[in-house]
T-cell receptor, first 114, second 116 residues
Framework: AQKVTQAQTEISVVEKEDVTLDCVYE???????LFWYKQPPSGELVFLIR??????QNEISGRYSWNFQKSTSSFNFTITASQVVDSAVYFC???????????FGAGTILRVKS | DVKVTQSSRYLVKRTGEKVFLECVQD?????MFWYRQDPGLGLRLIYF???????EKGDIPEGYSVSREKKERFSLILESASTNQTSMYLC???????????????FGPGTRLTVL
């Protein structure tokens, strides 16, 4: 069975601090995809990144970076110099098997204070 | 631009009522999904559809049914709403996975349903 664990329920930081959101996954598939989504207070899930299991290169997009380590089954997300607008719920998700289904973690609430 | 819309942002219904939640996508996607989101549980898959008139149960289908008569529209039906179905409902769509490629799911804004 597939499973995604986001151990941090809630994180509070002060603006400009760096913050890392952890994601650990379990799967027996050899080919799978990992995702991060952001859910701001408005409620809509916003796609941030997709990574396939054969690509372990880290990725950076502006203040966001992702660290994929197959050896530890982790796909962590770091926000550098956090801003108040980064306050949201962040979900890590895993896709594999039939039908393009996603398995989501429980989410991490990030609060950035000014 | 990717667009998934849901018929209502907020909905209040009474126990026992029949409830329809509508989702429409304009991207010609084959696959559509219904999730419910509850605090501490993340998103859980209720039903999904990979083609018109096709449907498959997700992880928590009990108490729900779905309808997909047209490619762009996927409806979630609560035959007899109960208080434990109070939740946020999210619809998503993606292209076909026939190629084995795992395409990105795009989500609608969600419907917050309260059953009294």
């Amino acid at each position: 069975a597939q499973k995604v664990t986001q151990a941090q329920t809630e994180i509070s930081v002060v603006e400009k601090e760096d913050v890392t959101l952890d994601c650990v996954y379990e799967t027996r598939d050899t080919t799978y995809y990992l995702f991060w989504y952001k859910q701001p207070p408005s409620g809509e899930l916003v796609f941030l990144i997709r990574r396939n299991s054969f690509d372990e290169q880290n990725e950076i997009s502006g203040r966001y970076s992702w660290n994929f380590q197959k050896s530890t089954s982790s796909f962590n997300f770091t926000i550098t110099a956090s801003q108040v607008v980064d306050s949201a719920v962040y979900f890590c998700a895993l896709s594999g098997g039939y039908g393009n289904k996603l398995v989501f973690g429980a989410g991490t609430i990030l609060r950035v204070k000014s | 631009d990717v667009k998934v819309t849901q018929s209502s942002r907020y909905l209040v219904k009474r126990t026992g009522e029949k409830v329809f939640l509508e989702c429409v996508q304009d991207m010609d996607h084959e696959n559509m999904f219904w999730y419910r989101q509850d605090p501490g549980l993340g998103l859980r898959l209720i039903y999904f559809s990979y083609d018109v008139k096709m449907k498959e149960k997700g992880d928590i289908p009990e108490g729900y049914s779905v309808s997909r008569e047209k490619k762009e529209r996927f409806s979630l039906i609560l035959e007899s709403a109960s208080t434990n179905q109070t939740s946020m409902y999210l619809c998503a769509s993606t292209q076909s996975s026939a190629s084995g490629k795992r395409d990105t799911q795009y989500f609608g804004p969600g419907t917050r349903l309260t059953v009294l």
